[in-house]
T-cell receptor
């Protein structure tokens, strides 16, 4: 079953603009992870934020987590055409002992040069 | 460094034919292993996961099965494919259960399966 739900489903911006994607989930979590998928390829892990963290940075990526609202956001600053991809959030449920990650449907980001 | 190999990259099979997709991991021991399926324009559906040789858990009942004959080998099979089995199949691994709470998944490049 899916846990996270990304919003919007599709996002189209110009190079240099910032892109913000949101993720909502339903249960208590240990951590939330963001992945990127280029067309026809496997997913690549971008960043992990633990349930006791509120914000995390990695290069041009900024992730926030609000456990009271059960939501997260991924911000890509100064976007580039190479950032064009699908972005997925995935949650690791609290109480899960077997490392299962549940993914949302993803946000398709298109960055125009 | 760890690597994950998944093959074949693409596969076209007729309805009712068998299926075998293979995934191997190198450079790590006792990994968690996963099979996900991604339908067109959809998210990832967890099909099977394994925490050790011969230990397989199924998330969704269907005509697919999985096996783990060796520590770093994970196989997805079907005796008779259905049209609905078409999709993009992804294998992934993560570190062993004792420290997996905050470890990411590492994915292969996927197999595009078309059932005709």
């Amino acid at each position: 079953s899916q846990q996270g739900e990304e919003d919007p489903q599709a996002l189209s911006i110009q190079e240099g603009e910032n892109a913000t994607m949101n993720c909502s989930y339903k249960t208590s979590i240990n951590n939330l992870q963001w992945y990127r998928q280029n067309s026809g390829r496997g997913l690549v892990h971008l960043i992990l934020i633990r349930s006791n963290e509120r914000e995390k940075h990695s290069g041009r990526l900024r992730v926030t987590l609000d456990t009271s609202k059960k939501s997260s956001s991924l911000l890509i600053t100064a976007s580039r055409a190479a950032d064009t991809a699908s972005y997925f959030c995935a949650t690791f449920d609290r109480g899960s002992t077997l490392g299962r990650l549940y993914f949302g449907r993803g946000t398709q980001l298109t960055v125009w040069p | 460094s760890q690597t994950i190999h998944q093959w074949p990259a693409t596969l076209v099979q007729p309805v009712g034919s068998p299926l075998s997709l293979e995934c191997t991991v190198e450079g790590t021991s006792n990994p968690n292993l996963y099979w996900y399926r991604q339908a067109a324009g959809r998210g990832l559906q967890l099909l099977f996961y394994s925490v050790g040789i011969g230990q397989i858990s199924s998330e969704v009942p269907q005509n697919l099965s999985a096996s783990r004959p060796q520590d770093r080998q994970f196989i997805l099979s079907s005796k008779k494919l259905l049209l609905s089995d078409s999709g993009f199949y992804l294998c992934a691994w993560s570190v062993s259960p004792t420290s997996s709470y905050n470890s990411p998944l590492h994915f292969g490049n996927g197999t595009r399966l078309t059932v005709t």
